[in-house]
């Protein structure tokens, strides 16, 4: 045990479990006191307790917390950088040279697709080490995973050298993220979750904009180095994760579910509770710790995973979690992995073009996943995935549209598009599907699979959520290629369809997450039509001094 989370006076005093965290049910009288007001909250337990628990924001223990939630990050970095690098190594005349590839094609479709197929086979062992050694320790053996796969990779003459490396890749990836989105989520006040989750899940753009800027500027290396240096750089976040993870706590639910619940307490009264053992936000969390998390049974089998689908609110959690994994992976940003190719389509022809435009669509859509994480804790998930992902289809839709409308001569060398203004808008819509699919996609990609799962069920159900990813990640590999080799920018209007099919159906069967703490989604969970449930509010009464005096009942 670390020294930050054994502290003799904690395990002494304890919080006072007899104090209740239930906010008193009135008929709202005391709004009539002077400086009162009624709020609408999802949960006024939850609101009841940080308003009397205010975190400060800059103390050493909030500062710790925000370099865990680093290292979650440096995770999802190391995922980033193999999205951005494949699509812009393709484009190197010295790599197409030592392995024949193309812009399109079978052969750079196999290279690209075994990084899923390594995530595929390899995402029990991630959920497995997770639950048994800690989120700290899958993160750290998923950095080793990747540093041998980069290895492997960057060393290679031959294509069957390369694809293993890959495919080692592939498996380090599925281990690490299955541990830091789990370690994020776990670790953060329930008020911070969105942010820090979300935050989590942009680190794909802080590995996919350095991948961008280091392949442009090793494009201009007249040798293989032009492309295996990028993808030596890809241990880079790993060594930071490796050495760091030593210096952050372990996750207070971890604990919790095996059994160590007094250094589950002194985390949650360091980090969420200023200290004080009596904070109503510690009381309430472990309380609904205590209630909610199991420390036997058959979660902790671990080739079992009935749990995930033998009951009726596991079905609603897998529920989410299938439609985040799917639709997070298929609603037009598998093209990004080949935006050589779909520049390409457009008339721009050059690598030097390719490459750089590629830098200004992953900065765009590094954008809108930055915007929409700051206000993840702010709008409520279900309306920004309605709303959102129908507006990726009208874009795209419009970026379609544009490209079919373009004209190119092919009677001169190289070839010259007539219509230039259609080109430009073709462009320019798919730049806005960037900032649009960033905003709407990156930080709930994170954070609707660990917060729809409840702690017996995290780390199992993460790596179904990476299995899932790793399919849909396989047929955007592999089949992107072959089909804008075929049929062009037609290929677009699939995602259009399923994009506006995606809409409709995050319309019916989203639940609303935001607002509650993790274990109160077990009660929504549990009602009849958990969406229905996870729309209703509390109206609560607010005090002058910020106290929340009672909760109203309107049949009171």
Known sequence: MSKEEQSPEISEAGPDLSHHTIVAAGSGKTAANEGAQAKNVYNAELFAALQETRINKWSWESIHLYFAVLVAFSCACANGYDGSLIGSISAMDHFKKTFGTSLTGIRLAGISSLYNVGSIVTSPVGAIISDRYGRRVGMFCGAWVIILGSIVAASSHKMAQLVVGRFILGAGIQMMTVAAPAYAVEISPPHWRGRCVGFYNNGWFGGSI?????????????????????LILQCFACIFVICAVWFIPESPRYYMANGRHEEALAFLIKYHGNGDANSRLVRLEIEEMREGIKVDGLDKVW???????????????????????????????GLGYYNAAIFNNMGITTTAQQLGYNILATALQAMGGLTGMSLTDKMPRRKVLVIGTFVCACVLACNAGLTSAMKVDNSVSPSKITNLPYAKGALAFYFLFQVSYGF??????????????????????????????????????????????NIGYKYVWIFVGWDVIESILWYLFCVESQGRSLEELEHIYAQKNPVKASLHVDKVVVQADGRVSEKVVEEL
């Open 210 to 230: 350095p991948a961008a800027l280091i392949t442009f500027g090793t494009n201009n290396i007249n040798s293989d180095w032009s492309w295996r240096i990028p």
């Open 440 to 485: 709407t996609y990156t930080p709930l990609q994170g954070v609707i699979p660990a917060e729809a799962l409840d702690t017996n069920r995290r780390a199992k159900g993460l790596a179904a959520s990476g299995f899932i990813v790793g399919c849909m990640g396989f047929i955007n590999t592999f089949c992107t290629p072959i089909a804008t080799g």
């Open 303 to 333: 080739w079992d995973y009935r749990p995930l689908f033998s009951t009726h609110h596991g079905r609603w959690r897998m529920a989410q979690v299938l439609m985040i994994s799917i639709f997070g992976q298929f609603s037009g940003n």
